[in-house]
Each structure stands twice: as C-alpha cells, then as structure tokens.
C-alpha cells in the first residue's frame, strides 16, 4: 500500500520544517495522533527513535531512516510482517512557501492483508497530518 497527499501551505518552508521537526508537538495540531515521544534526547535526525500512539492503531516506535536537514525525513516502523514507512518533505516554491509532500507506505508478507482493514484509516490520518499541519503554519505570526 502507497499514500501519497501534497498540500500548499502559505508560509515559508523554514517555517514549515520548524513545525514538522518538533515531532512530539504534532498531537497539537493533528488529531491523528495521541502521542509522539522521543526516545532519546539530542537533536532529532538519523537513527532518531520516537514512540508513537495513534487512535485505533497498536502503538508503534519509529526509527528515522533518513534525514535531510530543513527538507525531509523518512521514519519507519516495524512489526510482525509490516514495515510502514512515512516521508515528510518539504519543497520551497517560487512564491517563497512551502509545498509539503507526505507518503506512506507498507510493506512486507502481511502489508497486502494489512491494508486490507487498515488502508481506509491510514489516508485518512496522513490527510488529517497534512490539513492539521497547514493549519498549524498558516495560523504562526
């Protein structure tokens, strides 16, 4: 299963990045989830873990598998037979704000019978992240 939504948000991609970076202040602006907590402490990016609690999901640790500083991060999750894997970027436009692309996918033996009862629930909650965020940057000083 791939998801993919983009979503324009008018403010700048710096602006943007600060919100998305700050990962366990995202259950303030989306509704998709409950928590985010960090694993460790120092700064966020590669091999940085996170535990993650959504409404209707078995909670989940994701691990950062990408990072690249002020423009994406790739993360991930596995469990028995799924990997999910969620991007975040964000692209600055002509205009000087940002455009933010937000992917999932899964992946592995069960993904096909995962996504099956999940898939509907999955885009809903990569939308809520993406109208949530755009909210949240759009309403900054």
């Known amino acids: 299963m791939r998801y993919e939504i983009e979503v324009d948000i008018e403010a700048t991609p710096e602006a943007v990045w600060a919100v998305l970076a700050?990962?366990?202040?995202?259950?303030?602006?989306?509704?998709?989830?409950?928590?985010?907590r960090r694993l460790e402490d120092g700064p966020f990016g590669v091999s940085s873990t996170a535990r993650v609690?959504?409404?209707r999901l078995p909670q989940a640790v994701y691990t950062v598998t990408e990072y690249e500083p002020g423009q994406a991060f790739t993360w991930?999750?596995?469990?028995?037979?799924?990997?999910?894997?969620?991007?975040?970027?964000?692209?600055?436009?002509e205009d000087g704000h940002a455009t933010v692309r937000l992917t999932l996918d899964q992946t592995g033996v069960l993904?096909?019978?995962?996504?099956?009862?999940?898939?509907?629930?999955?885009?809903?909650?990569?939308?809520?992240?993406a109208e949530g965020l755009k909210r949240r940057c759009e309403s900054l000083p």
């Open 76 to 93: 991930a999750a596995r469990s028995p037979g799924v990997t999910t894997t969620g991007g975040h970027h964000v692209v600055s436009r």
């Open 111 to 129: 993904a096909p019978l995962v996504g099956m009862f999940a898939a509907r629930l999955a885009r809903r909650y990569v939308t809520l992240e």
């Open 53 to 55: 609690r959504q409404p």
């Open 22 to 36: 700050d990962v366990e202040r995202w259950p303030e602006w989306t509704s998709s989830m409950t928590l985010v």
